[in-house]
């Protein structure tokens, strides 16, 4: 196993046929009221199948951006993006998004809100609902299924959420900020669920956090952007050993990847981002 110092390199390119492709993306807009934003500047990245790979860097540097154009909810302005070897609009069925709100429909049950894409998709429910029940089993939502959303707690509703998301199996899960709106405790809780779904399902999965100790808890990768025009500052790889648990936190390895990535951030290239006051957040 590598040292966490070895760790602290520079990711090298992911083998060929990764299952996400980046090459040369930017992304411009006018705003209403008429100004230019450069989102994102000359991004390049490849993500190999089965990944874990989180993008860290200051509010409005592109993260979010980044996602939709992956998840093909906006264009870039220029660059090549693939998904699974095919564009983005071509790929959304190998494609599954979790939002920083759980977004549940609250006139549905949780075992129809799990099932929504299989209705958007117009597949027959009867088809899908023995895997939706296999999934809701996996969150730890066993009996849950016919309640509401009004009836659970957020990482419950979160749960039902990444269950929706992995419905028809995707074989990528783009995930921005899901746990950002979870007291400190259930996040903590959510962060190993999460861990646990993966082992299960081994998607590959981009998360957009702002939580240095939640990407290096949870990732194979750190990306680490820089503010407005959003740029990859750096990739590294996390050579912590798995399976991963809360109390790795205060280990001085997991201390050392925290506090280089914060390191970036707080650096030129970093402009201090705005993530918080403590290495630990």
């Not at 998709?121 to 996996?138: F, G, K, T, V």
């Not at 798995?242 to 997991?254: K, L, Y």
Request: glycine share 8%.
């Amino acid at each position: 196993m590598a040292s966490a110092a070895e760790g602290l390199r520079e990711a090298a390119t992911p083998a060929t046929g990764a299952d996400i492709y980046i090459a040369g993306l930017s992304k411009s807009y006018r705003t209403a009221g008429g100004d230019m934003v450069h989102a994102l500047q000359d991004i390049a990245l490849t993500v190999a199948g089965g990944e874990f790979v989180s993008i860290v860097g200051p509010s409005g540097c592109g993260k979010s951006t980044l996602l939709k154009i992956l998840a093909a909810l906006t264009s870039p302005s220029t660059g090549a993006v693939t998904i699974a070897g095919a564009p983005p609009e071509q790929s959304q069925r190998n494609i599954g998004f979790v939002f920083q709100e759980a977004t549940l429909l609250p006139w549905l049950t949780v075992l129809r809100n799990v099932l929504v894409p299989a209705d958007v998709a117009r597949i027959p429910r009867a088809e899908m609902q023995p895997r939706a029940m296999a999934l809701l089993d996996l969150v730890g939502l066993t009996g849950f299924h016919d309640k509401y959303p009004n009836e659970l707690s957020g990482g419950m509703q979160q749960r039902a959420a990444i269950c929706r998301a992995l419905l028809r199996n995707p074989r990528t899960l783009l995930m921005d900020e899901p746990f950002g709106a979870l007291d400190a405790l259930t996040r903590d809780h959510m962060n190993i669920e999460l861990l646990r779904i993966w082992e299960a399902q081994r998607s590959t999965i981009v998360f957009v956090t702002h939580s240095i100790t939640e990407a290096v808890l949870l990732s194979d990768r750190i990306v680490v952007m820089s503010p407005r025009p959003g740029r990859i500052i750096k990739d590294i790889r996390v050579d912590l050993p798995r399976p991963r648990s809360i109390a790795m936190v205060n280990t001085p390895e997991f201390g050392r990847y925290a506090q280089h990535v914060r390191s970036l951030l707080d650096g030129p290239a970093g402009a201090k981002a705005a993530t918080g006051g403590s290495p630990w957040q």
